[in-house]
């Protein structure tokens, strides 16, 4: 347990695999979370993170971007346009990166951490990152993204996470 409370779950733990709780009210105890997912996530150097991943059954992002850190409740995607293969990794997965293939642009919404309604419309990489933390919100993990036989490739990977 580090001091903050919370730590981050790495597969195959059982909460990966929930289906996170929509958020009903944005207060100071969901802004308190945000920053400790936050800190979490620059200690870990990761770029994004989930509530599960973090052991809350809470539909909670945070995401790393140029312009500064996004705090996202119950995000949504509600388009999404054309394709693209990126090499991604997960706090989750320590030391496995697969190419997954996602869509390249995605509009998506979301509350930001006062309650107040978010709209984006993200191309490329931050798309990239966005379909994967909402897919950590549905208890999708990135190794269900590929194929069988990649996933068989990865097997001794998997096996050494399991160690921790
Ligand atoms: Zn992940």
Redesign the pocket.
């Known amino acids: 347990m580090t001091k903050i409370g919370l730590r981050i779950y790495s597969w195959p733990d059982a909460i990966l695999k929930k289906k996170c709780t929509e958020v009903k009210f944005v207060d100071e105890r969901i802004r308190h979370l945000f920053d400790q997912m936050i800190i979490l996530m620059r200690e870990s150097k990761?770029i994004?993170?989930?509530g599960n991943?973090v052991g809350l059954d809470l539909r909670l992002v945070v995401i790393e971007t140029q312009e500064g850190i996004l705090r996202l409740v119950n995000p949504r995607i509600i388009k999404s346009e054309g394709r693209i293969d990126f090499l991604?990794?997960?706090?989750?997965?320590p030391g496995i990166e697969l190419k997954i293939r996602r869509a390249k642009k995605v509009w998506v919404t979301a509350l930001d951490e006062n309650g107040q309604p978010l709209d984006y419309e993200v191309e490329g990489p931050l798309a990239v990152v966005f379909q994967?933390?909402v897919?950590?919100l549905n208890g999708i993990?990135?190794i269900e993204r590929v194929s069988f036989w990649k996933r068989l490739r990865i097997g001794h990977l998997l096996k050494k996470i399991k160690k921790f």
């Open positions: 990761g994004g993170l989930a991943q991604e990794g997960c706090l989750s997965f994967h933390e897919d950590h993990l990135f």
